[in-house]
């Protein structure tokens, strides 16, 4: 029975996700279906760029430069990830100190070179009692972040004033000359809307503890990355849970590695991302 099913498929998603009741109601649709990407490109776009600094090796992202945690290390506040169609949430505990990180700040050194850490053109839009909305200017894209407590903390939103000894780029109303030259990190490219849709799935790897999930450049000339991990489900097991699940990506298709020194292929239209995770039994033999 349809009604069935989807209550079946409303669980599992939870489950993959690690939604709550409260949580699920945000990602279905106005029929009552699981709708987890934005049709919206800027959205989209800026998704796929965090979807790169979150996995992406300790400090070794270009613009991962703050004093402090580095973008993968921010996941140890993480607490929830909720796709809407005009904005992506992220629950977090210390969620104005994770805005700290987040934001842009520049340093010039003694020798004039400018440099820039946190995400390029992100600003601060409004804070509320426990949550900060992010705006990136560039592609128009929303973030924002919810505390997983009542409140927001004071000493954390005062601390997000004080940026060590940077210029922070919270209220800027234009791109810097600096962000200028980074338009690289969210233009659309064919892979966009695949990248996108793998952040609004990562808990399918961050349920995983020490799961080591990087973007790595691809092998094959007709794609731009790879996302490796090391703990955690199979290359297999993800290929199919993105694909063939309730949380798959609708018209997205996986092709298993052929071979023990190959890596798994995700599809969705023009745009293919290489997997390479853990292998099944039967590819390492």
């Not at 520049?106 to 400018?114: A, E, I, N, P, W």
């Not at 210029?167 to 690289?184: F, R």
């Not at 298993?256 to 390492?284: F, H, I, K, Q």
Request: aromatic share 6%.
């Amino acid at each position: 029975m349809p009604h069935v099913r989807d209550k079946d498929r409303r669980s599992a998603c939870r489950k993959l996700l690690g939604l709550t009741h409260q949580d699920l109601t945000a990602v279905l649709d106005q029929t009552g279906r699981i709708n987890l990407d934005t049709p919206h490109e800027g959205q989209q776009a800026f998704q796929a760029m965090l979807h790169t600094c979150l996995f992406s090796r300790h400090r070794e992202h270009p613009i991962d430069r703050m004093e402090g945690r580095s973008f993968p290390e921010l996941l140890l506040y993480f607490d929830g990830l909720l796709p809407r169609r005009d904005r992506l949430v992220l629950r977090l505990s210390c969620a104005a100190r994770i805005a700290r990180f987040l934001l842009p700040t520049q340093r010039t050194d003694v020798d004039g070179q400018v440099e820039l850490t946190g995400l390029p053109g992100l600003r601060l839009e409004s804070i509320s009692t426990r949550s900060l909305v992010l705006r990136h200017v560039p592609t128009g894209s929303c973030l924002e972040l919810l505390d997983r407590d009542r409140q927001l903390g004071a000493w954390d939103l005062h601390l997000l004033d004080k940026p060590f000894d940077r210029e922070l780029l919270k209220n800027a109303p234009l791109l810097t000359p600096v962000e200028m030259g980074l338009t690289h990190y969210w233009a659309a490219t064919s892979c966009t809307p695949l990248r996108s849709a793998l952040l609004t799935r990562s808990y399918l790897w961050w349920d995983c503890w020490n799961h080591e999930g990087i973007t790595t450049p691809a092998h094959r000339p007709d794609a731009r990355y790879c996302v490796r991990w090391a703990k955690g489900r199979t290359t297999d097991e993800i290929g199919k849970l993105l694909t063939d699940s309730a949380v798959a990506i609708p018209g997205a298709t996986y092709t298993p590695p052929s071979s023990r020194s190959d890596r798994g292929v995700l599809r969705l239209g023009a745009g293919l991302v290489e997997l390479d995770g853990p292998r099944t039994p039967s590819t390492n033999e």
